[in-house]
């Protein structure tokens, strides 16, 4: 019989994966708002190419949101592309438990 060792996840994968408090908390930040431009993409049932010409970028920039390619970018981007899609961004800060 195989055992398993199951340990409780915190709110923040990024945490659970050893980053640091800082970049966890960036990682999660940028994942969430990803998740929000991909699925507005997807509502819209954009090609990449039409969400490009939306948000005024390239094709590979909607593929590299639509794959989830954290890295290459920033909160400020995907805050600025969230609001040019007639989202309200808000940031709720609250003390470590």
Known sequence: MLMSNVIKSSSNIFEDLGFEDQEAANLKIRADLMLDLRKFIQDRNWTQAEAAEF????Q???S???NGDIDRF???KLVQMLSS???NVRVLVTPKA
Request: hydrophobic share 50%; aromatic share 6%; net charge negative.
């Open 55 to 58: 948000f005024g970028e390239t």
């Open 60 to 62: 590979p920039r909607i």
């Open 64 to 66: 590299n949101l639509m």
């Open 74 to 76: 920033a909160i400020d």
């Open 85 to 87: 899609a007639g989202m």
